[in-house]
């Protein structure tokens, strides 16, 4: 468990990824050095790890599927190897008749239905239900906003593949990477955030944050599902929400300090106006939680 300051540094790196050592510092009350100290221990000790998430427009992502896997075993096996598949970003344990939860991404519905067989394929897999998303509400670490028109050379895309590896990776660096000057390597960093190419934000355990309990659910809104999209996208609570189609109108994930408070979180949303019905399932382990994309080799 974090103390409050490292408690703050952690919710800031996870609102910008790249904030200055001086500005973490004014945010906390500490000195510059004291700050630099923390965030490093930080990024060492592995509470949180500093990235670049590619707009998925960017990398032909467009097709997102909520996977809920059914098990014939044991359900950590599945979950295992639904992680090495290329195209899930997400896995979890959970309790409920769906063993594990997944999120996978593709470049299309064609790609994303050949990714879905393969995982129906592998041992353990009982069933597949695949929820198809058409409109991401709310994700704290991802890029929501929609995208226009960007043209990226091949020095954005080197930029690209550097931040996805560390997204705090020091602009002297980046320079060096790329041969341009300091002050043109910041300059592009600063486009490629400011136009929604890439998210840089730290990714944390939930634990760290004394969010000690994790759940999924599935809400069914029927007519009204835009307009209770938008009153569950203002619940603090939601960490991610999304649109679609399949069993339910809308599925999202909640994060909350105690079960209590998880309790707590899944009655808001049940008191939304126009949540016709809600299905959740308990999150007990996150296999993988990964956003990094293959970019093109330039």
């Keep these: 468990m974090l103390d409050a300051v490292d ?32 965030v490093q221990g930080l990024l060492e000790d592995g509470i949180v ?9 960017v990398i032909g992502a467009g097709a997102v599927g909520h996977l809920t896997v059914a098990s014939a075993g044991p359900a950590r096996d599945v979950a295992l190897e ?3 598949q290329p195209a899930i970003c997400f896995a ?6 769906h063993a594990v939860v997944a999120e996978a991404r593709a470049r299309d519905d ?24 058409v409109e991401v509400v709310k994700d704290a670490h991802s890029v929501v906003r929609p995208l226009g028109e960007v043209m990226l050379d091949d020095i954005d895309w080197r930029l690209l593949q550097e931040l996805q590896r560390d997204g705090r990776a020091p602009y002297t660096r980046l320079a060096g990477i790329i041969g341009l000057s300091q002050a043109a390597t910041r300059a592009r960093v600063v486009r490629l955030m400011r136009s929604g190419v890439i998210q840089v934000t730290g990714l944390a355990a939930p634990a760290a944050l004394g969010n ?16 209770v999209a938008r009153a569950l996208g203002s619940l603090d609570s939601v960490r991610y929400l999304s649109a679609g189609f399949g069993r339910f109108d809308l599925i999202g994930r909640i994060e909350a300090g105690s079960a209590a408070a998880l309790v707590d979180a ?4 049940r008191a939304v106006d126009g949540v016709q019905d809600l299905d959740s399932w308990h999150v ?5 939680e990964s956003y990094a994309a293959d970019l093109p080799d330039r």
């Design 92 to 97: 979890g344990l959970t309790t409920g008749p």
């Design 49 to 57: 790890r500093v990235v670049g998430i590619v707009h998925a427009q």
């Design 266 to 269: 899944l009655d808001a949303v």
């Design 212 to 227: 000690l309990e994790l759940a999924a659910f599935g809400v069914v809104a029927g007519s009204a599902s835009r307009r």
């Design 284 to 288: 007990l382990d996150i296999v993988k």
């Design 82 to 84: 639904l992680a090495k």
């Design 7 to 38: 408690s703050v540094l952690v919710r800031e790196l996870q609102r910008d990824g790249r904030a200055t050592f001086q500005a973490l510092a004014d945010r906390v009350g500490l000195s510059r050095t004291a700050v630099r100290a923390r």
């Design 110 to 133: 064609e790609s994303l239905a050949a990714a879905v067989d393969d995982i129906r394929q592998l041992p353990g897999v009982a069933s597949v239900e695949v929820f198809r998303s």
